[in-house]
């Protein structure tokens, strides 16, 4: 709401507005039959009066709410005595009024979702889509606290990333990757991506929007029923990741079925088939995000790269976000994955992703004790519990090499109830493939704090185009420091 005042963008602001893209509601919902942002309105000018009447009494700009309107209004209290007028804030204005706009704004939002967070709380009567599943969605303007804090690193030669229905600034992700808002699109129109994700994914913020057809009804023309991306590219062979994150996933409590089989997509890249009858639902499995990749990836004539998105049946044609970087003929590039929140470059010169692609478990890092040995920077975090990976890869042979170390079960680890051998058992698979049974790191490596690595070869995705490398607890927690993927020569 402060946005839309000093950019003066009333029309961002109305009930209608407010209700979908605060509350979650449908775009047809009617404000007449749901009252609740003018009663969350009501709530809110109380508050501010509150505010400003009591610990805020001492800031020299007051924030209200007229009745019947939902833009908030900046008064300066100085000469509120005499004139009381009404100080528009301008854009231009000087750095000291900007600074005390930003601190009210910042009180306004913090009230705000102070009212929003109780809301949530209370029955929700959003509409529901025709097949009995809640349309969960998230605001499209979401103000992002930990963008704010994250260091963006200088995209890579060549690489684009585009967060699809994105508008205004660029996302910076948890591991410092710099999305571009949405752009080089046809057709199509924003919609807000999930609310929830579960389980968890390693970044939520950056599926907040997503571009979906205007419709799947084959009675349509074939524009409205799906979109395309016509991205310049410098000439070469790129790898290019397509993103999934379907707000109808979650079902309803109340339903028995999951939402397989609700959604059907088709893709084309420069005019051949690419993705055919796609249910990204289906084909995420257990993850909440669905991401395909695909290898020698070239621009067409024209030194663009032609995407085309179409529903085939069921609900409307989506996409959450596009990536590509360079990459190398014949082969997908290794895919380094650390239990590190973000990204890293070991002291080899090899970078590593942050934490991505895992379903279930936890992170943890715990310190080497002051007595311990000196470890590598890699395996200072762990993923442990009963957790899974699943790594989208192309057709092909690949080589895992999965890195341990165990830092709890170890005398000099305080708080360990268990110590040595026997302490820390588990299996791991993939696809369903054992390839490690009964498996004890500290007995494996000799000790704890010792890291460990373990290599397997002629491993082939699945169906959905997968390595899912699923880590199964038999005594105490599974756990994993690094995952490589290595595609092998044909």
């Not at 709380?121 to 529901?128: E, I, Q, V």
């Not at 690489?159 to 205004?168: F, H, K, L, P, Y």
Request: a negative charge.
């Amino acid at each position: 709401m402060c946005r839309c005042a000093l950019e003066n963008k009333p029309e961002e602001a109305t009930e209608q507005q407010i209700g979908i893209y605060v509350y979650g509601r449908s775009p047809g919902y009617s404000s007449n039959d749901d009252n609740i942002v003018r009663s969350q309105a009501r709530v809110l000018r109380m508050k501010l009066e509150h505010h400003f009447a009591n610990e805020g009494k001492g800031e020299p700009l007051l924030i209200t709410i007229p009745k019947g309107q939902y833009l908030p209004i900046f008064e300066s209290r100085h000469g509120e005595s005499s004139t009381n007028s009404e100080i528009p804030v301008p854009l231009e204005s000087t750095t000291r009024h900007l600074r005390w706009v930003l601190i009210a704004a910042a009180i306004v939002v913090m009230i705000w979702i102070t009212s929003h967070f109780f809301e949530q709380r209370s029955p929700n009567p959003s509409s529901k889509l025709a097949s009995g599943y809640s349309k969960s969605v998230a605001p499209l303007q979401q103000p992002n606290a930990q963008t704010s804090l994250r260091v963006a690193s200088a995209p890579g030669v060549g690489e684009v990333r585009i967060s699809a229905g994105r508008t205004g600034a660029p996302y910076v992700d948890v591991s410092g990757h710099t999305w571009e808002s949405d752009h080089d699109f046809d057709g199509g129109a924003v919609e807000p991506g999930p609310r929830h994700f579960f389980p968890p994914v390693a970044d939520e913020g950056l599926f907040a929007t997503m571009r979906e057809a205007l419709t799947a009804d084959l009675k349509n023309p074939r524009w409205e029923r799906g979109f395309e991306y016509h991205i310049p590219l410098s000439p070469g062979v790129y790898e290019l990741r397509l993103y999934f994150a379907d707000p109808i996933r979650e079902p309803d409590v109340d339903q028995t079925d999951d939402a397989q089989n609700l959604r059907h997509i088709e893709v084309e890249l420069n005019g051949q088939p690419l993705l055919v009858d796609l249910d990204p639902i289906a084909d995420g499995g257990a993850a909440a995000v669905d991401v395909r990749v695909f290898k020698d990836v070239r621009p067409s004539e024209d030194g663009k790269l032609h995407i085309e998105f179409r529903s085939r049946w069921g609900q409307p044609a989506f996409l959450s976000a596009i990536q590509l970087s360079p990459g190398t003929p014949g082969v997908l590039k290794p895919i380094r994955i650390s239990a590190h929140p973000s990204d890293f470059i070991d002291s080899d010169g090899t970078r590593w992703s942050g934490d991505n692609y895992f379903i279930g478990g936890r992170t943890s890092t715990i310190p080497v004790p002051r007595d311990g040995p000196r470890i590598p920077p890699l395996y200072n975090a762990e993923r442990h519990g009963n957790f899974t990976y699943s790594i989208p890869v192309t057709s092909g042979s690949y080589t895992v090499r999965l890195h341990f170390m165990e830092s709890f079960f170890s005398p000099l680890t305080a708080g360990a109830y268990c110590h040595g051998a026997g302490c820390r058992v588990f299996d791991v698979t993939c696809n369903g493939v054992s390839l490690l049974q009964d498996f004890d790191i500290y007995q494996a490596a000799g000790g704890a704090f010792r890291p460990i690595i373990r290599e397997f070869h002629g491993l082939h995705p699945n169906g959905q185009g997968k390595l899912q490398l699923s880590f199964s607890p038999r005594v105490n927690y599974a756990e994993v420091r690094a995952i490589e993927v290595i595609q092998e020569s044909d």
